[in-house]
């Protein structure tokens, strides 16, 4: 192993640097790499006309956020790039992921991108957070045929269209 000029041990290496895309601040890249993961939770929680959901769902999630790497957005590929970059294993805190706050930071990540980001990226972005949410939705198991969402699933994915302006 071995030592600085000072006889400390040196500095663990990180595998991925960190790929800040565009001209934002730590708090909105944080912002704009963790949303897609929160609303992975919040689509795949069991709610008011919404069954639980198993691993299917939240696979279904992570798909669609690598999916993400095939997108015509340098943004949505950085985000994408910096969400497998981390290895933190950290858990989100149970008060990030109730509804009302991610869809109050869905309305906070189109302010962040309508003052810094392309038009195209900002609409990239917004698209691919809302297919996140609907390949969950889409997994719900029930009586319903393939490809139909129940009335719950809309008003949930009809919601999270608005925040993102989309709607």
Known sequence: MSRSVADEPPAPER???????????????????SLPGRVIVIAAQPGPGRPPRGVTAGIAGLDAVAAGRAFDSDLVRAVVAEIYARHDGASLPAALTELVDV??????????????????????????VQSVAARVCGTAS?????????????????RLGVALGLR
Do not use: I, K, N
Request: net charge positive; proline share 8%; charged share 30%.
């Open 142 to 158: 029930g009586a319903l045929p393939p490809g139909t969402l129940a009335p719950a699933e809309r008003r949930l994915l009809d």
């Open 15 to 33: 595998r991925v640097a960190r790929t800040r895309a565009g001209p934002y601040s730590t708090t909105e890249w944080e912002l704009l790499t």
């Open 103 to 128: 869809l109050a930071d869905c309305r906070r990540a189109v302010r962040v991108l309508d003052r810094r980001a392309d038009p195209a990226d900002s609409a990239a972005y917004r698209q691919w």
